[in-house]
């Protein structure tokens, strides 16, 4: 990682890398919103083609006919409009250089299958739902579904390959603590497509001092350092010595408009996994949890329990062969019971 490559001192604090960082970034400002625009116009052409052509491929193999075009030219350019204001109102497009590739196509699907419950709306509420084939919707919305999918796959590969080589820069950051303890979390962010404007220490705080920044200032020159970077995001690291200023220390950084991210101590080791869980008023990180809860219990109980029974009505004839042939052969049961132990090391009665 290159992040720290000369060193410039504002206000007595030593920045490593912050200048060269900020003067790299601030030249391609705004390039990621250029290259959203163009994955927006993209996908909403992708979908109205794909919602156009599935219902000419579906009138040619199936009914053997020529749908009507002008109303299905305007079927499909309804649903990618729908389609785009659904996944520009949830802010799918904006968490693009953010967000796992999972989340970012599960979100495409959720915004295609909203899309055509509100366009089924609208063609059962303006009554002209009788010239639109059902079988033309299904297949629009298979088609729509895959080829979304298909295209939001190759631009999130795009948008991540443009970060890592530097074609573009994505989100300007600022690291707040100890980088050269914490390379690896440093080199996962940049590999998230975040760009690096500022190296600083952890400002003095009630208490706690940094060399180089007076008491009496202490948070008002950390602020006004982070306000010259104009960053997007502070990441601050946090250890079990600094937690008791972080509340202080964000509440100085709110006049700023900053996206400001907490990362615990630790967090590689047991925090990947971790959640929030809201208990009334009171929140909590959840890092453990049983497997099942009491409802995946009961519902994982039901499905055993229907899935289990079809199974012995279609098999009951082979069954009841096995068995036959079993107490031919042997003088053994035909069934054998044997109690397991589960999670907990708890036994599982049979």
């Not at 193999?61 to 649903?79: G, H």
């Not at 979100?107 to 010239?131: C, E, P, Q, R, Y």
């Not at 952890?202 to 104009?230: D, L, M, W, Y």
Request: charged fraction near 15%; charge should be positive; proline fraction near 4%.
């Amino acid at each position: 990682m290159t992040m720290l490559s000369k060193t410039v001192t504002k206000g007595g604090v030593s920045v490593e890398g912050a200048q060269l960082g900020y003067d790299s970034i601030h030249g391609d400002a705004g390039r990621i919103e250029r290259l959203l625009v163009k994955i927006i116009a993209i996908e909403f052409l992708v979908v109205a083609g794909t919602c156009f052509l599935t219902s000419w491929v579906y009138y040619a193999m199936v009914l053997s006919a020529r749908p009507a075009t002008k109303e299905y030219a305007l079927a499909a350019v309804t649903v990618a409009v729908l389609v785009l204001l659904i996944a520009l109102g949830f802010k799918q497009y904006a968490a693009i250089q953010t967000q796992s590739r999972d989340r970012y196509l599960w979100s495409a699907m959720g915004a295609v299958t909203l899309a055509f419950s509100l366009f089924l709306s609208l063609l059962f509420l303006f009554k002209i739902a009788d010239w639109y084939s059902r079988g033309t919707f299904i297949c629009q919305f298979l088609g729509v579904s895959a080829a979304i999918l298909i295209t939001r796959k190759s631009t999130y590969w795009y948008v991540r390959r443009a970060i890592r080589s530097g074609a573009v820069q994505a989100r300007k950051a600022i690291f707040v603590g100890d980088s050269k303890a914490n390379h690896d979390i440093l080199e996962k962010l940049h590999q998230s497509g975040i760009r690096w404007a500022g190296d600083l220490p952890f400002p003095f705080v009630h208490g706690n001092k940094v060399p180089g920044i007076e008491a009496s200032n202490g948070i008002r020159t950390f602020v006004e350092q982070c306000r010259g970077f104009q960053a997007d995001d502070i990441f601050i690291l946090t250890t079990a010595v600094n937690v008791p200023q972080t509340g202080p220390l964000v509440d100085a950084l709110s006049e700023l408009p900053v996206t400001v991210h907490i990362i615990p101590a630790l967090i590689n080791e047991f925090w990947s996994s971790a959640t929030i869980a809201n208990f009334g008023e009171t929140f909590a990180i959840q890092v453990l949890h049983p497997p099942l809860s009491n409802f995946d219990v009961a519902t994982k109980r039901g499905l055993d329990i229907c899935v289990a029974g079809l199974s012995l009505i279609v098999l009951s004839p082979l069954l009841l062969m096995v068995a036959l042939a079993i107490k031919l052969e042997t003088r053994g049961p035909a069934l054998f019971r044997q109690n397991r132990h589960g999670y907990n090391n708890e036994v599982i009665p049979l």
